[in-house]
C-alpha cells in the first residue's frame, strides 16, 4: 500500500510549531485526547505534521493510522466525533494533548476510553 501521508516539508503546519515538534524515526508524535470538562483521559492516536495542521484548522480530530497507513478523522466512520476544544505540546514538544468534546465512545471497542478495560495491579495495598 503506498502512504499518503505528507512530509513535514510538504505540510501547511505553521513553520514556527513544526520547528518545535519532536518526531520519532517515522515522523509521528503520539497524540493523548483528554475530555475537555472532565480531565478524563479518552485514547491515544498518532499525528504527524499533516493530522497536527488539520486538528487545528478543522476543529476536529485527525490521526495518522500506522496499521491502514492513511489518515483519519474521528468519528468520520462511528459518528463518535472529537471536538476540539484546545491542543498543546507537552514540554519536551514530543507529545500532543488533544482536549476534546467527546460525543460518544471514544475506543474502537466501543467504551468510553481506552484506558478503563485492563487496570494493571499496583503495589497499592499489599502488606509492607
Not at 5 to 10: G, I, K, L, Q
Not at 87 to 96: E, G, I, R
Amino acid at each position: 500500500m503506498t502512504s499518503s501521508r505528507t512530509t513535514p516539508a510538504d505540510s501547511l503546519l505553521d513553520p514556527a510549531i513544526a520547528a518545535r515538534l519532536k518526531r520519532g524515526a517515522d515522523g509521528l508524535i503520539p497524540a493523548i485526547a483528554q475530555q475537555y470538562d472532565t480531565g478524563e483521559v479518552l485514547m491515544m492516536g498518532w499525528m504527524d505534521d499533516e493530522a497536527l495542521h488539520r486538528t487545528l484548522t478543522t476543529g476536529r480530530c485527525t490521526y495518522w493510522s500506522r496499521s491502514r497507513q492513511e489518515y483519519w478523522v474521528k468519528g468520520d466512520t462511528s459518528g463518535h466525533i472529537q471536538y476540539v476544544k484546545s491542543v498543546a505540546l507537552d514540554c519536551d514538544a514530543d507529545t500532543v494533548l488533544v482536549k476534546v468534546d467527546q460525543v460518544g465512545a471514544a475506543c474502537h471497542t466501543g467504551d468510553r476510553t481506552c484506558f478503563d478495560a485492563d487496570v494493571l495491579p499496583t503495589g497499592q495495598g499489599r502488606a509492607q
